[in-house]
């Protein structure tokens, strides 16, 4: 398989449940990120990964909560969310974190939460 | 604060041209993308501009003024599968990617 994948595609939850994401990038990626995408707005970076090492979080709530455990796989563990974070969440891999390096995409999961 | 414009929706014919603008307002410059996303899908690196001028590919053409905090996307000979929403993303003085909204780009035959 090759790109970056994300399971699984769809997922409803309840507010109480516990789940989690997955991407897995086979492009031999030092960086990972996760970001949310929400209808017509901007898409809103949520977290980066550089060589499994947490460079960034963006002020995310603490029922979003991140795991690297090697370069080609990012998990996004959920737990007690609320209904306004339903949205697409989009993971990207990128050679490097340095500006000039394109972003490759996962296809998304589309969260519904109830 | 930091600011990404971009046109909400544009509509265009089959075989036509669309010029799709941005226009930002970022703490520092480190490089302008534009993306193609189709609805359900991921996003798509298109191109990359981090000087001034006309980058081309294919029938796609970039353009990057840093003056002007403008850019645009150029689209020759439209195809249906033209049909997409094109993003705008920014890397500031911190090498944060700030994006657009999005274009939401109409293909009518």
């Known amino acids: 398989e090759t790109g970056v994948t994300q399971t699984p595609r769809h997922l409803v939850m309840g507010m109480t449940n516990k789940k989690s994401l997955k991407c897995e990038q086979h492009l031999g990626h030092n960086a990972m990120y996760w970001y949310k995408q929400s209808a017509k707005k901007p898409l809103e970076l949520m977290f980066v990964y550089s060589l499994e090492e947490r460079v960034e979080n963006n002020s995310v709530p603490s029922r979003f909560s991140p795991e690297c455990p090697n370069s080609s796989h990012l998990f996004l563990h959920l737990h007690t969310l609320q209904p306004e974070d339903s949205a697409l969440y989009l993971c990207?891999?990128?050679?490097?974190?340095?500006?000039?390096?394109?972003?490759?995409f996962g296809p998304g999961t589309r969260l519904t939460v109830t | 604060g930091q600011n990404i414009d971009q046109p909400t929706e544009m509509t265009a014919t089959e075989g036509a041209i669309v010029q799709i603008n941005c226009t930002y307002q970022t703490s520092g410059f480190n490089g302008l993308f534009w993306y193609q996303q189709h609805a359900g899908e991921a996003p798509t690196f298109l191109s990359y501009n981090v000087l001034d001028g006309l980058e081309e590919k294919g029938r796609f053409s970039s353009f990057l003024s840093r003056s002007k905090g403008y850019s645009y996307l150029l689209l020759k000979e439209l195809q249906m599968k033209d049909s997409a929403s094109y993003l705008c993303?920014?890397?500031?003085?911190?090498?944060?990617?700030?994006w657009g909204a999005g274009t939401k780009l109409i293909i009518k035959p």
């Open positions: 993303a920014v890397r500031d003085s911190n090498y944060q990617l700030i």
């Open positions: 990207a891999s990128s050679l490097r974190t340095e500006p000039s390096y394109e972003q490759y």
